[in-house]
Structures are given as structure tokens and as C-alpha cells.
């Protein structure tokens, strides 16, 4: 009789405790703050392919959750969000990054990668990855650049000189850099949240906006501002971030995975947005958009005006990074 109700006594313990335990098994969930909405190839590789693969080399151990197109909240939410613990990992781009390391200005000099091979050599190379790892004083782990894209000129009006582009009304960034490119272009900087961006163009507020193609399409810019100019004048990338806090509660195993996972994707999603812009391009220009190329003159006018601001940032960014970056691009057999 002893011996049975021990018996007992040892089921019923066991039942308390298989609700503990059916609680700890349930996955930790991972939040993952974008920029961009759905559709962008940004969003769907990491709401696909990278949750998919973490919740398996997991055994569903981790839960990815995406908050795309600014859902989780703006970019001092993200901030915070990250230093705290209460989000795990976002993008951002270097523009706004800059208050805490105004080096991430250089990413807004224009012309300074004027093309997709420039683009992989800076990102890839000692700047690249010296430039990533600036927010780790304030808390957060840059995992690596991802591409965002080149930027061309959404307009309502069309332009194919800088003189034709004077006094126009472009939507920017608050980014001083980007503020004093606008006017070295001769056109009038107007500050403005992206979010109100289509609806000024719509209402004629502004005339154009510069953003890369992929972010343009998925949010329709074409609808409302039909005139493609392939100015080129800056390439955007995006640092994706990691919460210093959730990586270092991590066991190197499963940080592990977490590093390698993202250079798996962070190699497919450069690989799909750089040859992804120029199918778009010929795509709109079958739907009757106005794609317009510069002519080589009016291009080196360009160029030349955008380059003339680059020593009104030395402070910021100083000559001997950017002379980094070009003896990177002369190592690598090219010359700008």
C-alpha cells in the first residue's frame, strides 16, 4: 500500500510539472523590424528564406516575426527597440545611422559608387566592415550590409539637363549631405517623410523624388511621377542590425547560425536587387513609363557638381576614409 501511494504521489508531481515544462519548449520569438512592405525582394527573403531556415537549424527553438514598412515603429522605436532587447534585428539605412557615427555620411556622397562592382568592393571591403561596426557602442551589432539600390529621379516633370532640373522642387531626406547635393543640382530640397511622398507628387507639392527602383515600384511612384531619369547619383545601402543584447544571450552555437544564415541571404538579396533593377527599368519602359538616360555630357555635369560637395563634408567624413575606399577600388583593377 506504501509503495502505491508513492506511486501516486510520483504521477501526480509529474503532472504538475509537465505544464512548466510544455512552457519552456514554446519558441523564443525573434522580432525583425523592415523598411520596406511586401513585395520588396528585401522583405520576402527574410520573411521567406531567412525564417525559414532559422526555425529549422532551430528545431523551432526561435520564432521569426517580420514587422515590414515601418510596422514595428520609426527609426527611434527601432533604436531603442534594439539597445533594450525588445526587437533582435532591423534594417536602417546609413543616412539616418549617422547621428551616432557621422562617418555612415559617406554612403551619401554622390557618386561615389557609380557602379554595382563599386558597390560590392566598398561594402565587402575594410571600409565596409570597419563602417558596420560603429553603432556596437551604443549597443548594436551590424551583421553586414544588405542592397537597397541606386537612386534615379521619380518625376511629374521630365528633365535631361541640370539646367532643365533648376529651382525644381525634389522631395529629400534630412540628410545634410543629401540636402546640399539637391541644391548643388540646382533644384530646391524639400524635407519630407516618405510616407507623404506620393501624395505630394500626386498633388504637384513636389516634382520628383530620388529613390531606388525597387522601393519606388512597390510603393506605385510610377503612377504618379512617369518620368525615369537614370541619374545615378548615389547608391543606398542598408545595414542590417543586430540587438547586441540578444546576440550575446545567445549560445555560439546558435549565434552561429544566426551569422551564417544571414550571409547566406545577404548574398541572394544583392544577387536579386542589382540585376532586379535593370528588369524593372525595361519592364517600365514597356508599360510606357518615360525611362530617360542622360547623355554622357549631361551626366559628367552631374557628376561633377555632386563630387564638388564631398570637402564640404570632410569633417564628417574625412579625405583619408574616402582615399580608402578609392585605392580599395584601384586594388581591385578599377578606376573611377
Known amino acids: ?43 520576402d527573403l ?30 527611434e522605436a527601432v533604436v531603442q527597440g534594439l539597445q533594450f532587447g525588445m526587437l533582435q534585428f532591423a534594417q536602417e539605412s546609413p543616412s539616418n545611422l549617422s547621428i551616432y557615427d557621422p562617418k555612415l555620411m559617406i554612403f551619401d556622397l554622390p557618386y561615389l559608387m557609380p557602379d554595382y562592382d563599386a558597390v560590392n568592393i566598398l561594402l565587402d571591403g575594410k571600409v565596409g566592415k570597419e563602417l ?29 539637363t541640370m539646367a532643365e532640373a533648376k529651382s525644381m522642387k525634389i522631395r529629400a531626406t534630412a540628410s ?34 530620388d529613390v531606388d527602383i525597387h522601393s519606388a515600384v512597390s510603393a506605385n511612384l510610377h503612377e504618379v511621377a512617369p518620368h525615369l531619369v537614370l541619374s545615378g547619383h548615389f547608391y543606398t545601402p542598408h545595414l542590417f ?28 538579396q544583392r544577387s536579386a536587387i542589382h540585376p532586379g533593377e535593370q528588369k524593372l527599368i525595361e519592364k517600365l519602359r514597356a508599360q510606357g513609363v518615360d525611362v530617360i538616360e542622360l547623355s554622357p555630357e549631361a551626366r559628367a555635369e552631374f557628376m561633377n557638381a555632386g563630387k564638388a560637395i564631398w570637402k564640404d563634408f570632410d569633417k564628417q567624413v574625412p579625405p583619408s576614409l574616402i582615399q580608402q575606399v578609392l585605392d580599395g577600388y584601384k586594388a581591385a583593377g578599377k578606376n573611377y
Not at 20 to 26: I, R, S, V
Not at 143 to 151: E, K, Y
Request: with cysteine; net charge positive; hydrophobic share 45%.
Open 1 to 43: 500500500m506504501k509503495l502505491f501511494k508513492a506511486m501516486l504521489c510520483s504521477v501526480a508531481a509529474l503532472s504538475l510539472l509537465l505544464p512548466a515544462a510544455h512552457a519552456q519548449a514554446a519558441p523564443t520569438v525573434v522580432k525583425i523590424a523592415l523598411t520596406q512592405p511586401t513585395g520588396h525582394p528585401t522583405t
Open 46 to 75: 527574410i520573411r521567406g528564406q531567412f525564417k525559414k531556415a532559422i526555425e529549422e537549424k532551430t528545431n523551432g527553438r526561435f520564432r521569426i516575426d517580420v514587422f515590414d514598412n515601418y510596422s514595428f515603429g520609426n527609426f
Open 132 to 160: 558596420s561596426r560603429s553603432l556596437e557602442k551604443i549597443g548594436i551589432k551590424g551583421m553586414g550590409w544588405i542592397a537597397l539600390g541606386t537612386r534615379f529621379y521619380w518625376m511629374n516633370k521630365p528633365f535631361h
Open 176 to 209: 545634410k549631405v543629401h540636402i546640399s547635393m539637391t541644391k548643388a543640382f540646382g533644384m530646391n530640397p524639400t524635407p519630407m517623410a516618405w510616407s507623404e511622398t506620393f501624395t505630394a507628387l500626386q498633388q504637384g507639392t513636389v516634382a520628383g523624388v
Open 241 to 268: 542590425m543586430a540587438s547586441a543584447k540578444f546576440m550575446d544571450s545567445l549560445s555560439p552555437e546558435d549565434r552561429k547560425i544566426f551569422e551564417e544564415t544571414f550571409a547566406e541571404v545577404q548574398k541572394i
